[in-house]
């Protein structure tokens, strides 16, 4: 499972001839394989659903939709194949998928040749699903001919706008190689989504559904890792949720799980800011450090104890105005504070006084602890290029900005970052050998080697002060968990972070969701398998074994 790479269309071509070639596994296995997946995920997905419209183009992934309507008829649902094109034109597997679904007949099976034979079939919207299997993985933009004129037959018939959509392999018009949210040009829309054996990169970038919330899903067809190269050098973030979700040993004690020093706050004129060291402590408690120690402002200090009893404070001299003072660099007083902590977490709340700067960049500079940076920590060091390599240089270094933040560090407008996230975290990640983590929807972690993963978890609801100082305490624990594989580590604990928000405003609401809510679904997030039970992996949405047990929350 670890990891999943991501491909490309021709990457997923060749994946596919690989499998046949070197694997012996029949092409047309596969696509049997494939249309079982698109027929159970039918099923799960819209159990109500008893009518079944199904479109199919002339390549494999209308044979994939031939191929299941054919099942979904023998599973006895009313199903109506739409083939767009003549029938003598198939080749390959497709016309084997076309013999099957006709001799004998499968459900009700109609030939599209011409735009204006689609309004004999305005029956056909009348169903309770529709299934896009007219264009895949191969798909040029744009959609033309007959798939344009069939998304415009949708569009024009108020029945068809209240029919889910499920979309085989990805909606036709959405090229499968675009890393952006939206892609220019005409696309079916989807409420769901079904693709296999590897994500693409729109799986993994686009907003492929209507609602943020809905299943995009991969499905094993058999094709052997062995089989999935790739040179993108992308990667699925959740498939490191492995790692976190492994057992512990019986033997365990808390030293084996580290221990973590939070340093940020403020508490007095200079703003009341300590709720966020003591979120980002929460957090790393949660997520399993052995030990965590908030180092707060002495005036600060009361409200951050009061988190949970389990946490251990220190209290740092304090400035007039409340924020951490320089001369907590004391030696004496440096050296007992970083005594016996194996992660650090430095930021939140953090404030940006000259004695802070100060006091931060001297903390940084007298260990070579791994560290987490976030907030104010990042906006110090933003001024200070130069320093921020030279901490990079022999210690794992993790910089958690949101895109203003990254703007500031990399020189750049706001702009300019959203404008290519994939572009700048990888060459800024490269250039200063930071672990740097792009928040924003589709998160991405990208590591010093060039190698970016892109996390899918997550919704609109973490658009709220104190997501980030969470995550912090997050990747802080995890990296203190395993500090032998720290890449992994901060991917498992952007994916937790996600997953459990996903499954928080599962029981609640997405407007009303705290950033601390996630904490209490996260021993749901650490329980929940990356892959299901029938092996789909579900990249985006939630799937059955996620539903909450009733009568508990």
Request: net charge neutral; with cysteine.
């Amino acid at each position: 499972m670890f990891p999943m790479h991501v491909l490309s269309a021709a990457e997923m071509q060749a994946c596919d001839r690989a499998t046949t070639e070197r694997f012996g596994i029949p092409s047309l296995e596969l696509m049997r394989t494939a249309a079982a997946a698109v027929a159970a995920f039918a099923r799960q997905q819209f159990p109500a659903a008893r009518r079944v419209t199904i479109l199919c183009g002339r390549g494999n992934n209308g044979g994939d939709g031939m191929m299941a309507a054919r099942l979904l008829s023998q599973a006895g649902m009313d199903v109506t194949t739409l083939l767009l094109g003549a029938p003598g034109l198939l080749a390959g597997d497709a016309a084997e998928a076309w013999r099957k679904l006709t001799s004998p007949m499968q459900g009700a099976v109609h030939v599209v040749s011409a735009t204006e034979d689609l309004t004999r079939h305005n029956d056909a919207l009348e169903t309770d699903l529709i299934v896009d299997a007219l264009v895949g993985t191969g798909f040029k933009p744009p959609l033309k001919g007959l798939a344009l004129a069939v998304l415009e037959w949708l569009q024009a018939h108020p029945a068809a706008q209240r029919v889910p959509i499920l979309a085989v392999d990805l909606p036709s018009g959405w090229p499968s190689d675009a890393t952006t949210a939206t892609v220019e040009g005409p696309v079916f829309p989807a409420d769901a989504v079904i693709t296999f054996t590897a994500p693409k990169p729109a799986h993994v970038f686009g907003q492929l559904t209507r609602r943020w919330n809905q299943p995009v899903a991969v499905a094993p067809i058999g094709s052997p890792a062995e089989a999935m190269a790739s040179q993108l050098q992308l990667d699925w973030a959740g498939s490191s949720l492995a790692l976190a979700q492994a057992p512990r040993a019986a033997a365990a004690n808390k030293g084996n799980f580290g221990h973590v020093l939070v340093v940020g706050g403020t508490f007095g004129s200079a703003g009341g800011k300590a709720g966020a060291p003591a979120m980002t402590a929460l957090a790393a408690l949660r997520a399993g450090a052995g030990l965590v120690t908030a180092a707060v402002p002495a005036p600060a200090l009361a409200p951050v104890a009061a988190i949970a009893p389990e946490l251990m404070t220190w209290p740092l001299a304090a400035t007039a105005a409340g924020q951490i003072s320089a001369d907590n660099l004391a030696r004496e007083p440096l050296e007992a504070l970083l005594a016996g902590k194996t992660v650090l977490a430095v930021g939140p709340g953090l404030g940006q006084s000259p004695e802070t700067v100060k006091f931060t960049t001297g903390l940084l500079s007298a260990s070579k602890l791994p560290a987490v940076l976030d907030a104010d920590a990042l906006n110090i060091l933003a001024a200070r290029p130069v320093l921020l390599a030279k901490l990079a240089k022999g210690r794992t270094l993790v910089l958690t900005p949101h895109p203003g933040e990254m703007a500031r560090l990399a020189g750049v407008t706001t702009a300019q970052i959203q404008a290519d996230r994939l572009g700048v975290a990888r060459g800024f990640a490269q250039r200063t050998g930071v672990i740097l983590v792009l928040k924003g929807s589709r998160t991405l972690i990208a590591h010093p080697d060039g190698r970016v993963a892109v996390n899918t978890s997550g919704n609109p609801g973490m658009a709220k002060g104190g997501s980030g100082d969470v995550l912090t305490g997050l990747v802080a624990a995890l990296l203190a968990q395993h500090p032998a594989e720290p890449g992994r580590a901060v991917e498992a604990a952007v994916a937790l972070h996600g997953l459990a928000a996903d499954l928080a405003v599962q029981e609640g609401d997405e407007h009303t969701l705290l950033a601390t809510d996630a904490l209490a679904c996260l021993s749901r997030a650490f329980r929940l398998p990356v892959a299901c039970k029938n092996g789909y992996v579900w990249l985006q949405g939630l799937p059955v074994e996620a539903a909450p047990v009733e009568g508990k929350r």
